[in-house]
T-cell receptor, first 118, second 112 residues
């Protein structure tokens, strides 16, 4: 199994350009997430989708949009890239919540997309 | 809503014990712990659930103080492979809400 696949792995953009980061999971998970990681800031939640057909804002949604295309795919779009959005972006997924097996419901992360905006 | 971790960084010798703390100002439903090596994705360690039984593995365990909204990760007799950045992630309030928010991380360096 591939798990969570993110594309591209690296990207350089100019200020004002737009771009979509792609994420797909093959584990039949219900929930999907987008995080950004900056030095000293940890993983900050941008948007998440608790189930197919729903999306919700996280801690730092400004400047981003998301689409839950289907159960497998969750994309992140930067409409007008800014240097402050230079970061490593991680997508993650998680199975449907079941309290009886809570210890076996981690988030699975992709390998990340390293995005630089000049 | 981001949980606060302490310390921000620590350096230990192989074989020493480490404790990493995670606290929240909100009522927690669950706490997740992950470890990340440089340049890699975070890797799951364990989940602690409000009212649930602790789960751990090998020499890594954790506690969850529901009254104080705090969790601590314990690394016993640390190994070189334990080096990395540790993150706690918290879910607030609603069961199954699935919104997981991470702390800023604790960088752990294990020296021979």
């Amino acid at each position: 199994n591939a798990g969570v696949t993110q594309t591209p792995k690296f990207q350089v953009l100019k200020t004002g350009q737009s771009m979509t980061l792609q994420c797909a999971q093959d584990m039949n998970h219900n929930s999907m997430y987008w995080y950004r990681q900056d030095p000293g800031m940890g993983l900050r939640l941008i948007y998440y989708s608790a189930s197919e057909g729903t999306t919700d804002k996280g801690e730092v949604p400004n400047g981003y949009n998301v689409s839950r295309l289907n159960k497998r795919e969750f994309s992140l779009r930067l409409e007008s890239a800014a240097p402050s959005q230079t970061s490593v972006y991680f997508c993650a997924s998680r199975k449907r919540w079941d309290r009886a097996y809570y210890w076996d419901q981690p988030q699975h992360f992709g390998d990340g997309t390293r995005l630089s905006i000049l | 809503q981001q949980p606060v971790q302490s310390p921000q960084a620590m350096i230990l010798r192989e074989g020493e014990d480490a404790v990493i703390n995670c606290s929240s100002s909100k009522a927690l439903y669950s706490v997740h712990w992950y470890r990340q090596k440089h340049g890699e994705a975070p890797v799951f360690l364990m989940i602690l659930l409000k009212g649930g039984e602790q789960k751990g593995h090998d020499k890594i365990s954790a506690s969850f103080n529901e009254k104080k909204q705090q969790s601590s990760l314990y690394l016993t007799a640390s190994q070189l492979s334990y080096s990395g950045t540790y993150f706690c992630g918290t879910e607030i309030g609603i069961q199954g809400a699935q919104k997981l928010v991470f702390g800023q991380g604790t960088r752990l360096t294990i020296n021979p």
